[in-house]
DNA sequence: CTTGCAAGTGAGTGATTACTTACTTGCAAG
DNA sequence: CTTGCAAGTAAGTAATCACTCACTTGCAAG
């Protein structure tokens, strides 16, 4: 299963580092996750990870990275799949359950850094990638307005923090079960439950 | 501002150091808050902490105690004090909003105990705290769908998801920006479409 | 008074952790 | 070939943490 080729250059080190830190943080909380953990994931000795990066912080900021890279892409993506704003929403939400069906360490990495206290950089980068988050619901929900799809005088940020609670109440509730089994299904009702509240009447 | 009359009795101890790391997880991950924390932030000795529990995670079993009882005592209150299931909702959605607006520090410490990994007992503890608070939202949807005050067909394994995800999403919020400040105001926002999406129609 | 014990102190202790360093090894260019 | 350097190793190191232990102190009952 293992036998890799041994020495490979830093750049595919890290995007290997990048990887197992996050598919460790599937398992336990990722601040919990050793640096002596990584390296023997990967079947290298614990030194050798400060050649590719300079500290455990840099690690984490560049998981931060891959993950704001990944989710944002998927997230346009599923916008620009749908044939409108409501569908966008739909698409948006359930691509956004897709990536952490199958990326299972990223909520848990996330929630770690939010539980930090301090304007750490990295909680700084988080709340980077929530805001633009925020700003393309934000766009779709104006596009949903502007058609008339949605209730007139509904509260866009309401609306906004709806759509990620409800997200989030997901993957709490697969972090309390430990399993993601019905999720999906699970998802679409939660969705459309959301979506009754947001659509205007026919 | 300190000046404790030093010597107190293992019982009001225990309360103490309950209420203490209550109150610095408000600050930062509670795992991350040591002994040594507590014990400077109540004028005592690291070691004196030890006479009153066996071990760091006795204390923080006694935390989620504490956290069950004055929570779910809260859920009852806001039911009791209803006039009809609907409201009930309302009212057990913001008692909650409000349980953690008075204590920062029990969202953040229940987020920390989520994320470990294992079959901890701690864990399992929280696990029994969500499903009793489960079991007390479906009863209530159940007697509003009984008064025929929500849609038929509605799924409550979906609104109960949604109800707790949208208080999930508001603390969660609040660690992003880091204060609770419009946070009432905004909750009753979310309520008000979350219910929205659920009621009959008129 | 005294005396017994619960409560507190402060100096350990071993385990763990991120990071360093002195040294080795493979590989590709000259 | 050789030679220079990026990549790897293994054994540190200082800091931190939960927990222990030998000893002290205040208090309340007899």
């Known amino acids: 299963m293992t036998a890799k080729p041994s ?3 830093t750049e595919d080190r890290q995007a290997e580092i990048v990887l197992t830190l996050l598919r460790l ?40 990275a891959w993950i704001e890279t990944e989710l944002l892409q998927r997230l346009d993506a599923a916008r620009a799949s749908a044939s409108s704003p409501v569908d966008a929403l739909r698409a948006m939400f359930l691509a956004h359950v897709d990536f952490f069906i199958a990326h299972p360490g990223v909520p848990r990495f996330i929630f770690g850094e ?18 633009r988050y925020r700003e393309r619901l934000a766009a779709v929900l104006d596009a949903a307005s502007a058609a008339g799809l949605i209730r007139p005088g509904t ?9 990620l609670g409800a997200i989030q109440g997901l993957v709490i509730q697969s972090m309390v079960s430990g399993s993601v089994d019905g999720m999906r299904a699970q998802a679409e009702a939660v969705f459309g439950l959301y979506v009754q509240g947001l659509e205007a009447q026919p």
Chains 1, 2 share one sequence.
């Open 155 to 163: 509260d866009h940020a309401a609306a906004a923090a709806l759509f």
């Open 7 to 9: 020495r490979q250059p």
């Open 114 to 131: 939010l539980q930090q206290a301090d304007r750490t950089p990295l909680k700084e980068r988080v709340r980077e990638l929530m805001a």
């Open 25 to 64: 943080a599937a398992g336990r909380s990722a601040l919990d996750i050793t640096t002596s953990d990584i390296a023997q994931a990967m079947n290298l000795s614990q030194g050798a990870l400060f050649r590719h990066f300079p500290t455990k912080e840099a690690m984490r900021l560049a998981v931060v």
